[in-house]
DNA sequence: TAGATTGTTAATCGATTAACAATC
DNA sequence: TAGATTGTTAATCGATTAACAATC
């Protein structure tokens, strides 16, 4: 019945490692949306409702979601509360991960003192630089270590994702260090792309800076557009 | 010859309306890996070399650059710093965007510290803030002025960028007092997302918290792979 | 039951890749 | 000229939308 989607381990709620990257990019959009929902009390929602609140169609909703399961019910809609729950568990919201900060400059201590990691689930547990007069001041309750006790930390704490905030021209040697240590996932924020060949370790590059561009060839193209 | 894509005006250099978003997203890189060449004195490359380079196909390099004419040569490959310059040209680099950051607190000091702006020939021209403990204060060489002098500001200077780097809570009522001022781009880092419905505000949204939550859903993925 | 809305298949649309003639 | 590589068309692939039967 549940399709080819489901299959092999019969213990596992869902597995699914064919859905296609365009759903993926957008399941953080309809985690937040529906955390949106749940703090505004509404507790059920179709998809037509949330096609108009998110400007995508009713039917790529429906579509996404039967990626992972029928979550639905036919004639009443979405339970909220349910429906966050399982794309926050698709996601690893409940996974516990913990993060270390490898950098602890301007954007680290960005980064530290915001609840982006809270708000996913993700527990910082760590700041490391290198830098003498940032080494051991305290940032949003951390105190900063020395890059000189990454290995032990690593060792004897479980550490699931290094966040990247540091030059370009170390992050390359930095991440084939993490990746040495058996960290399996980077967050990189360097405006260079992390390449680790063959490795089982998953990059998220970030690339604030692309996005600017983005903005400036838009207001190009607006701009363009209002003289012919 | 130069096909449908150069159209009306015949004094601008290329007009192109009609390039696909799959396409525009990937411009930003191409001039990120140009920028890399160039600093490492490469003067030529061919559409194979950059695709190995990149780990993208060479047919798509060579279909993406044509919706903005012809830069290579046959035989020969691509000029890259002629390439660099067009792809510049076309992301607006050359316009000499001004932009204001609106909100200093760790994100908005850590952007106004931070190369970014220079690097794609915006330049910051001043911060804004609410705050009595950060007005007042310098940033980056700065000062950091309070938003009731914005409205006067932003009347007697050129500003095509906003930065929004403030509370979520705000983020909607600023974004549309800016729109008021006449500003015409918004670049936001409020994990909301900003609409406003028929205007030419043209708006870039970060979203640096999707960005981890993927992270975290290919973590969780692997995983259950391994278990499999 | 009747009405509403999902799950799912089929149709459309857009984006990527392959192939090769044009040409430097 | 011969070799290389682009520009461009045609073929493939993937993603989105439309439609409707299943069903709550």
């Not at 993700?122 to 020395?146: C, E, Q, R, W």
């Amino acid at each position: 019945m549940k399709s080819e989607s489901s299959r092999h381990d019969p213990t596992m709620s869902q597995s699914h490692d064919d859905v296609s990257p365009a759903v993926i990019k957008r399941l953080p959009r309809y985690f937040r949306y529906l955390r949106e929902l749940l703090k505004n009390d509404i507790l059920r929602i179709s998809s037509g409702e949330l096609s108009r609140l998110m400007h995508v169609t009713a039917s790529q909703i429906r579509q996404d979601l039967n990626c992972f399961g029928g979550f639905g019910q036919q004639g009443y809609g979405y339970n909220v509360k349910y429906l966050y729950g399982k794309i926050s568990d698709i996601l690893g919201v409940t996974r516990g991960y913990n993060a270390i900060i490898i950098g602890a400059g301007n954007l680290g201590s960005a980064l530290a003192s915001s609840p982006i990691f809270e708000k996913r689930g993700v527990t910082l547990t760590a700041l490391f630089d290198v830098n003498k007069d940032i080494v051991g001041s305290v940032i949003s309750g951390y105190t900063v270590l020395h890059m000189d006790k990454l290995d032990d930390y690593v060792a004897s704490n479980k550490v699931d994702i290094a966040v990247l905030t540091l030059p370009k021209e170390v992050v390359r040697e930095t991440a084939e260090h993490l990746a040495s240590l058996g960290i399996k996932g980077l967050w990189n924020f360097a405006s260079t792309e992390i390449e680790l060949e063959g490795s089982d370790v998953v990059v998220q590059n970030v690339h604030m800076g692309d996005s600017l561009m983005t903005l400036c060839y838009e207001l190009t193209k607006h701009n363009q557009d209002d003289l012919e």
